[in-house]
């Protein structure tokens, strides 16, 4: 039986990660591929880098960031954050990335997605949707970290998407990222209803509930979470026994490392 | 142990070679080539042919290098050397690919590739994360010491359907049986990435370098 997923993600801004576990067993807690290895040592399912760096020229740090990491943890990794070209996404997948998260450069050209999909394959394509709840049962993309709307529907977005082979939905509310509060169940729901491809639920978590609800109620095939970890509230080991006592189907016992 | 991974420009190989090249030190040392020249499919002791996206696309990738198929019947089925084949690398060994029109596969082990048609609607399409191994103990050294519930990565739309049974060496439910390893004489495969599988794959890649079929 396939077993549902726990996806941590780190943001990095050039080569550091921002917000950061502060376990004491890290030798330099800044350090992505120092908590990628302790991730994976946890048994998480996969691993997602969100790269928030700003500025051009520093760019280039992530390869160094997903190359070290692919060298330690042999273990799916999703690198997201100003993939934009066909480039792009060869650089990532050449330094060890196994898929990409394509988000801003689809809503300005959905062709894109179309190209990358053929080229690289769908497997390797996760199209990141923002949206933002604009009325009753009403949901909006929105780019640029949540500030700049489109006016495009978020459920006809995913469907779109997963047509031009897309291989998975990274999708997450604007509204309740960084909330603590939940994930936006009813979106999570309709989007994950509206299409064949896997869904993965982000922003909101603040309790392992959050999780077992992302799931159950939101349908969502895996379950994305940042500050619950990377604060070291829940360890990822802890969390997948959760969710397997309410019942999810997990992957429980069986961790990475060497 | 001299282990050969095939680039014919079909994804992500960076990872599988790092994992290779772990379970090769692992083992004692040896090299791991990434290449595309099919005269050093000469010097393998090992060949691994790995492979993302469709069936179609693959083959003709494969076939696009002048020499290559050559190479690796000559290598492989007359000369017996190990070979794993890895997600559509393992399936190209089919005789057809229903993928996008029908394909000729490599042919080796009789059976087709078909899309997977989970008996469940629900159950999401690709066939993409986790899932439980279904094996007899001791069926074949690349399961050895792993256990039948073990878990591996999955990223699929398609499956191999084997014209003879005894070929499938493992399987995992997805609202059916769905081909996890296959297996005729020197000849294995996996559905799932070993190279993404953390410790169960690295175990399933030693286990493949120290198969003496």
Redesign the interface.
């Known amino acids: 039986m396939l077993k549902n997923r726990i996806i941590p993600c780190l943001d990095v801004d050039k080569g550091r990660v921002v917000k950061g576990v502060n376990f004491v067993d890290l030798i330099d807690a800044g350090d992505p591929v120092e908590q990628a290895r302790l991730y994976d040592a946890e048994g998480a399912d996969e691993l997602c880098f969100l790269d928030i760096t700003a500025s051009h020229e520093d760019r280039e740090t992530i390869f160094d960031v997903v190359a070290r990491t692919a060298e330690e943890c042999f273990m799916p990794l999703t690198v997201g954050g100003g993939v934009r070209t066909v480039d792009d996404i060869r650089k990532l997948l050449l330094a060890g990335a196994d898929k990409v998260a394509i988000n801003t450069a689809a809503v300005n050209n959905p062709e894109f997605v179309r190209e990358a999909a053929l080229k690289f394959g769908s497997q390797c394509i996760v199209v990141a949707i923002d949206a933002k709840r604009t009325g009753p049962g009403k949901f909006e993309v929105f780019t640029h970290g949540g500030r700049r709307e489109t006016g495009i529907d978020a459920i006809d977005w995913a469907k779109r998407m997963a047509e031009y082979g897309a291989g998975e939905i990274l999708l997450t509310s604007m509204d309740r990222d960084g909330t603590k509060q939940g994930f936006d169940i009813e979106l999570t729901k309709a989007v994950a209803d509206a299409v064949t491809i896997p869904v993965i639920a982000s922003g909101g978590v603040g309790t392992l509930d959050h999780l077992v609800d992302g799931v159950k109620s939101g349908h969502a095939s895996a379950v994305l979470a940042a500050s619950i970890f990377h604060f070291g509230t829940y360890r990822i080991s802890e969390a997948k026994e959760y969710m397997a006592k309410a019942g999810i189907p997990m992957r429980i016992g069986e961790r990475g490392g060497k | 142990m001299d282990v050969v991974i095939i680039d014919y420009e079909s ?2 190989l ?2 599988a070679a ?2 290779f090249e ?1 379970a090769v030190d692992e083992l004692g040392g040896g090299s791991v080539l990434v290449t595309s020249d099919p005269a050093r499919l000469a010097d393998a002791s090992h060949i691994v042919l790995p492979g ?3 069936f179609a696309d693959c083959k003709a990738g494969l076939a696009g290098i002048s020499g290559m198929i050559d190479a690796l019947n000559e290598q492989v089925i007359a000369r017996g050397k190990p070979f794993l084949g890895i997600c559509v690398g393992m399936q190209l060994m089919a005789s057809w690919g229903r993928e996008h029109g029908d394909t000729e596969g490599l042919g080796w082990i009789p059976g087709e590739v078909v899309a997977i048609t989970p008996n469940d609607p629900s ?10 191994l279904e094996f007899e103990p001791g069926i074949h050294p690349l399961l050895d010491s792993i256990d039948p519930g ?2 591996a ?5 398609y499956g191999f359907r084997a014209d003879d049974a005894a070929h499938v060496l493992a399987r ?3 609202g059916g049986p769905v081909t996890a390893v296959i297996g005729r004489n020197n000849l294995v495969g996996t559905q799932f ?1 070993p ?8 175990h399933v890649i030693a286990n493949f370098l120290k198969w003496r079929p």
């Open positions: 994804g992500n960076r990872s790092k994992a772990h993302v996206g469709a159950l999401k399409i690709p066939h993409m994360g986790w899932n439980a073990s878990h990565y999955f990223v699929h739309s995992v439910d997805y990435h190279e993404k599988s953390q410790r169960v794959g690295l």
